[in-house]
Nanobody, 127 residues
Framework: QLQLVESGGGLVQAGDSLRLSCVAS????????MGWFRQEPGKERKFVAA????????YYANSVRGRFTISRDNTKSTLYLQMSSLKPEDTAIYFC????????????????????WGRGTQVTVSS
């Protein structure tokens, strides 16, 4: 089993930046493609960003492209999400997730494409 633990969430103002982290343990981190999802109360969990197992390519949802950056450090078994120019509509619980498809050109964006999930970290952006 791969365990994932997110951290870095908090309460910020619109326009601020925040960096989320997700530490993996239990299995070899670099074997997994990673993703970030977010979920607002009462709504579906939605794709935010994905990164290849080796960090060579990333893909973003339209709503965050240009503002968020996903990255990973395989030596630290850690995934990151750097968020800038935050908006109130970015308020959600953010989850990291892992999959092992070794995707080439098309990033997995569906919830059911990911095998392991963290418990999430709350991000609240005030206006």
């Amino acid at each position: 089993q791969l365990q994932l633990v997110e951290s870095g969430g908090g309460l910020v103002q619109a326009g601020d930046s925040l960096r989320l982290s997700c530490v993996a343990s239990g299995r070899t981190f670099e074997r997994f493609g990673m993703g970030w999802f977010r979920q607002e109360p009462g709504k579906e969990r939605k794709f935010v960003a994905a990164i290849k197992w080796d960090g060579s390519s990333a893909y973003y949802a339209n709503s965050v492209r240009g503002r968020f950056t996903i990255s990973r450090d395989n030596t630290k078994s850690t995934l990151y999400l750097q968020m800038s120019s935050l908006k109130p509509e970015d308020t959600a619980i953010y989850f990291c997730a892992a999959e092992n498809s070794y995707w080439a050109d098309t990033a997995p964006t569906g919830r059911d494409e990911y095998d392991y999930w963290g418990r999430g970290t709350q991000v609240t952006v005030s206006s």
